[in-house]
């Protein structure tokens, strides 16, 4: 939970930034890169706290497959963030 909740603060900050920066092209390169990163820390957490060794397949399957779709909806949320915070910063400049 803290992971994902850090991940959705920063990644909607960094989004924001650099939207708003002559460095705007590398707005949602960066933002997939770090999306990447956290599914790949969160699957391996997810993992090695809910399975057992030996793991079966059918459970590390279900596993990563939740995990998937949580990252998902934080990377919607992270960038629905930033650009909201983007456009709000937009407005008032």
């Not at 999306?35 to 057992?52: E, G, H, K, N």
Request: hydrophobic share 65%; charged share 5%; proline share 4%.
């Amino acid at each position: 939970m803290l992971l994902t909740l850090g991940y959705v603060g920063i990644a909607s900050l960094l989004l924001a930034a650099l939207s708003l920066s002559p460095l705007a092209l590398l707005g949602f390169p960066v933002l997939i890169t770090l999306w990447t990163a956290y599914l790949w820390v969160f699957t391996a957490r997810s993992i090695r706290t809910f399975s057992i060794a030996p793991r079966t397949p059918a459970r590390v399957i279900g596993i990563i497959t939740v995990c998937l779709v949580i990252a998902l909806a934080a990377l919607v949320v992270s960038v629905a963030i930033g650009l909201f915070i983007a456009a709000a910063r937009t407005s008032t400049s």
